[in-house]
């Protein structure tokens, strides 16, 4: 019992006027309540500044990722300039926030990436209000993809970039009980700065969609997919959409950053890797005096072009024969030992867990070289039973990823044995895996799957798939009798016992 909330694109076109990519469609926020064996749907676009300008305008006028929008050539020149260009130069993002459902306090926000989350209520789905970040705390980016512990306080990181003091990435918490009794004070009011890092280069911030967290330490990964500051400040006049202003640097490094969660103080050792992209932690946790973490990886940045939809429009075929460069996503664990001296040996392995291979090598210099251990090849959207989030773990579910931006399986993946169970159906496209545990459950898979399934198939209605978490055997589906669109992530609120 208790509700699956979703997030993502569900309108492409306003009027005339069409957006360019998939992460640029307007959120449509849906509900699947689960009481008495029955499934109930419900869905509502959330009604942000952004969706509610465009549909008085009957046009896009707000520009996202992906699509970059001007003034109606028919407004008054003068005027167009002054109201609209200069005020390009520093970037007033969108709050069409269409990627995920996150909680601060006991507040829902609908969220991206952008300095702006958009409360809801979780039974009605009706749109509370907007919320800027900026407000509570100096940030112009925030991730979509926070993390909560055993109290239910939240964590979460962003950056600071143009006009807010030295730019910097920022770690975070919202407490627990940050909402007020009279539940009309924004929970981000009692944010909790824990610290802030600077940039390794100043004017090229990593980019990051998600960070790692075990029980003493956040884990952020510093890749070299960059975000190029000038041109994205300048992006408006020079004609192009701010997805372009991210950019791989394949001969940079990556560097992993372990910050205390309770001082704030980072560990003074230099971790690296190859150069890599990341967008999805699967999850994190301490051993023997190691951090390990596990995550999505790529070698190059290519992902986000699959999602133009003008790509997303081909058949799997056509994708193929024009996309052969594209790098397979590859869940990855890397292993950082925590006590490392300039004592230490050079040239060894200071990794002593005997269950993987990775390895964090000692240079000369001091620093620490990792190389990973390969999960497995083709998972994307990981998921796990949070209640192992930053816990030794042995399972996470996700998305099978096989040429083509449509998953067509959803599969589990056992770390212990490096092996899988899928569930596949022809014409159909499950959403993320979510896990939801058996009451009183004490194994680490004892529950159930929930994924929201679409199909190309006219004669298949969409419907909502339940799965034996252990066996990955259907339990149950329930129909739904209307449209219902792919999305993105979300979250299971479980019905108060």
């Known amino acids: 019992d208790g509700t699956l909330l979703r997030n993502g694109p569900g309108l492409f076109s306003v009027g005339d006027s069409e957006y360019n990519h998939w992460f640029d ?55 167009r300039y002054i109201s609209t260009h200069l005020s390009n130069i520093v970037p007033n993002f969108t709050d069409n926030n269409l990627i995920n459902i996150i909680r601060y306090g006991n507040d829902y926000y609908a969220s991206s990436e952008v300095n702006y989350i958009n409360q809801i209520d979780p039974d009605t789905l009706e749109t509370v209000g907007r919320v800027n970040y900026r407000n509570h705390i100096a940030l112009n ?31 975070f918490k919202v407490p627990a009980k940050a909402t007020g009794k009279e539940q009309k004070k924004p929970a981000l009011r009692q944010v909790q700065q824990i610290c802030s890092i600077p940039f390794r ?37 020079r004609g192009v959409n701010w997805g372009s202003c991210l950019k791989f640097d394949e001969k940079d490094t990556t560097l992993f950053h372990i910050i205390d969660r309770k001082t704030g103080k980072k560990i003074s050792a230099h971790y690296y890797a190859d150069a890599l992209v990341v ?42 024969q024009t996309n052969q460069d594209f790098s397979p996503p590859v869940g990855q664990r890397f292993v950082l030992p925590l006590d490392v001296h300039k004592e230490s040996p050079k040239g060894t392995n200071l990794v002593t867990l005997t269950d993987t291979s990775a390895e964090a090598v000692m240079q000369e210099d ?57 569930w596949y159906q022809e014409n159909c496209y499950p959403s993320e895996p979510v896990f939801v545990a058996s009451p009183g459950a004490v194994e680490e898979d004892d529950g159930v799957i929930l994924s929201s399934v679409v199909s190309s198939d ?40």
């Open 25 to 79: 469609g307007s959120s449509l926020i849906h509900s699947f309540t689960f009481s008495n064996g029955e499934v109930s749907y419900r869905s509502k676009f959330l009604k942000s500044d952004t969706y509610k300008r465009n549909i008085k305008a009957n046009r896009i006028v707000v520009s996202e990722f992906g699509t970059m929008v001007y003034p109606d050539p028919c407004k008054n020149i003068f005027a």
């Open 141 to 171: 980016l925030a991730t979509a993809h926070p993390h909560y512990d055993d109290e239910g306080n939240t964590y979460n990181m962003g950056t600071t970039i143009i006009g807010l003091g030295r730019p910097k990435y920022i770690i």
């Open 201 to 237: 280069s100043a004017l090229f911030p990593g980019y990051f969609h998600s960070f790692g967290m075990t029980e003493n330490y956040i884990v952020f990964v510093e890749q070299p997919f960059k975000l190029d500051i000038v041109k994205l400040a300048t992006a408006y006049f």
């Open 279 to 320: 967008f999805h932690h699967i999850n994190a946790y301490e051993e023997n005096g190691h951090v390990v973490f596990d995550m999505i990886t790529y070698k190059d940045s290519n992902l986000y072009n699959m999602f133009y939809l003008h790509n997303m429009k081909k058949d799997t075929n056509a994708f193929i």
């Open 366 to 422: 001091g620093s620490v070289y990792c190389k990973p251990d390969n999960i497995f090849v083709g998972m994307e959207l990981p998921g796990i039973n949070y209640k192992f989030n930053a816990r030794k773990y042995r399972y996470f579910y996700g998305s099978k990823l096989e040429w083509s931006p449509h998953p067509n399986k959803i599969a589990k993946v056992d770390i212990a044995t490096r092996t899988h169970l899928e």
């Open 458 to 497: 006219p004669d298949i209605t969409p419907f909502m798939l339940v799965l034996n978490a252990k066996t990955f055997e259907e339990i149950a589906r329930a129909s739904i009798p209307t449209t219902v669109h792919m999305d993105l992530h979300g979250l299971f609120i479980p019905d108060a016992v």
